[in-house]
């Protein structure tokens, strides 16, 4: 009880709306920056699966092309020899299609996305840290100042029924 009185007074919350809106603001932030590095997190996802998609469909397009190109007799033999080849660029472009891509961004554009949203995560990581044990500490204090309340109002009554005896 002590440290939670002691926690209270050095961060000037002497009243539980306070310590309530301290709780909130807390954990806002913390979620707030939680989000953003879930957001970016999931973009360097993407990027990640674009470019082994773009790797892939420019690594097979030639013998894809090679297969269209040729009459349908010839095709079933030559899609026989480079099965692997022709899946995987089908693959790439419905990949691309799913995304509504009309042009493909250049690896290194992705490559420089990828960079910075990785840097951005880099610098929110010990802001997000900081702001959860901040949190934590509040819900703590919070907690353990709710407990205190209800104990005390269970002494009063419990010192009201034995004056009523």
């Known amino acids: 009880m002590a440290k939670?009185?002691?926690?209270?007074?050095?961060?000037?919350?002497m009243s539980y709306a306070?310590?309530?809106?301290?709780?909130?603001?807390?954990?806002?932030?913390?979620h707030d920056l939680a989000d953003r590095t879930k957001a970016n997190s999931a973009r360097m996802e993407e990027i990640s699966a674009l470019q082994r998609h773009i790797?892939?469909?420019?690594?097979?397009?030639?013998?894809?092309?090679?297969?269209?190109?040729?009459?349908?007799k010839k095709q079933e033999e030559f899609y026989a020899q480079h099965a692997s080849a022709i899946i995987s660029c089908?693959?790439?472009k419905r990949?691309?299609?799913?995304?509504?891509?009309?042009?493909?961004?250049?690896?290194?554009s992705l490559k420089q996305?990828?960079?910075?949203?990785?840097?951005?995560?880099?610098k929110?990581?010990?802001?997000?840290k900081k702001a959860k044990a901040e949190m934590m500490e509040l819900l703590t204090a919070r907690h353990n100042t709710e407990r205190i309340l209800i104990?005390?109002?269970e002494e009063k009554r419990q010192k009201q029924r034995q004056e009523e005896r």
């Open 4 to 13: 939670t009185l002691n926690f209270l007074q050095e961060h000037g919350l």
């Open 18 to 30: 306070d310590l309530v809106s301290a709780c909130d603001a807390a954990a806002q932030k913390y």
């Open 55 to 72: 790797g892939t469909y420019s690594k097979t397009l030639e013998i894809y092309a090679q297969y269209r190109r040729l009459p349908p």
């Open 90 to 92: 089908e693959a790439a």
């Open 95 to 108: 990949y691309f299609d799913s995304l509504g891509l009309k042009k493909l961004p250049s690896i290194q």
């Open 113 to 122: 996305e990828y960079a910075a949203l990785s840097a951005e995560n880099r």
């Open 124 to 128: 929110l990581y010990p802001d997000q």
């Open 151 to 153: 104990l005390s109002e």
